[in-house]
């Protein structure tokens, strides 16, 4: 199964304050590291502060968006960057999330939803397209 690691961000993150933290850096470099000789970590990236960018706010009548600019509200609410992890069990990823280096952070586990989740709840002709844009994106990923 694959998991989405969202990471929180901090004040400092939040204020793309990253000086005198490269020990922070390399304890997770070597933290990567060894998710990626595991065979866990399929990506992972951390992501600018909320100050660049934008949220978008669609009516519930479809009508339209509303474009909101950042920075947002408070820092704990804010994802400051993610991993996606293939793992064979939700207790398998809570055990390599405890080995991470955080500290005073608040990170979150999902599971990502696979066609397998919607069988039986959508129709065929929905998950035929979902497996060919699946199809297409892969593909495209081998590319390049």
Same mark, same amino acid.
């Given at each position: ?10 004040? &400092? ?6 000086? %005198? ?7 997770? /470099? ?8 595991? +065979?866990?970590?399929?990506? +992972? ?6 100050? %660049?960018?934008?949220?978008? &706010?669609?009516?519930?009548? %479809?009508? /339209?968006?509303?474009?909101? &600019? ?6 704990? $609410? ?16 809570? $055990?390599?999330? =405890? ?9 979150? *586990?999902? =599971?990502? *939803?696979?066609?397998?989740?919607? $069988? /039986? ?11 060919? *844009? ?9 590319? %390049?």
């Amino acid at each position: 199964m694959r998991v989405m690691v969202l990471v929180h961000a901090t004040e &400092d993150s939040e204020q793309g304050n990253y000086a %005198g933290r490269v020990g922070e850096f390399e304890a997770m /470099g070597k933290y990567n590291e060894e998710l990626v000789k595991a +065979g866990v970590m399929l990506a +992972g990236e951390g992501i600018e502060p909320s100050s %660049g960018g934008k949220r978008l &706010d669609f009516a519930a009548d %479809g009508s /339209g968006s509303r474009v909101i &600019d950042g920075p947002f509200a408070e820092a704990k $609410e804010i994802i400051g960057g993610f991993w996606i992890w293939q793992v064979s069990s939700m207790e398998e990823a809570v $055990e390599w999330l =405890r080995r991470a280096p955080f500290r005073g952070q608040t990170v979150e *586990l999902r =599971r990502i *939803l696979e066609p397998a989740d919607f $069988e /039986g709840l959508l129709p065929p002709e929905v998950m035929e397209n979902e497996a060919r *844009l699946r199809a297409q994106t892969a593909a495209t990923d081998t590319e %390049g």
